[in-house]
Each structure stands twice: as C-alpha cells, then as structure tokens.
C-alpha cells in the first residue's frame, strides 16, 4: 500500500523529532524523517517528519497534545 505524505512537522532538534516519532509509532501512525540538515553545518536544514496524508489530523492531535504535557 501507497501512501501520500503530509509534513507534519519540521524542526532543526533530532531528539524533538525522534519523540515524535516515537509517540506517532505508539499510536500506530506510520512514520517517516527525512534528515535535510547539513552533515557539517548542522544550523542548515530541517529535520522533518511526515505522516500518511489520511491521518493527519489525527496526528496533529497527538502532537498538539503531547507537545503541551
């Protein structure tokens, strides 16, 4: 099955990104990062996450939700 990416969120903090992901996951939401920072400049590029486009709002939730504890 195919699925249609939304970029949930982008940050330039990897441990913020991999909480996301981790509490995505545990909800079973499929994932995916893509890691757009710079190897050597780390300042340049996001870390963004994506979720399937028909989960979305539900992922918004749980992030909005999470990201207020």
Not at 22 to 40: A, F
């Amino acid at each position: 099955m195919t699925h249609k990416w939304f970029l949930l969120y982008a940050t330039r903090n990897f441990p913020q990104a991999s909480i996301i992901k981790g509490m995505l996951e545990e909800n079973s939401v499929p994932v995916m990062v893509v890691n757009k920072q710079d190897s050597s400049y780390l300042n340049f590029g996001d870390i963004e996450v994506y979720v399937p486009v028909l989960l979305k709002d539900i992922a918004r939730h749980l992030v909005d939700r999470g990201l207020l504890n």
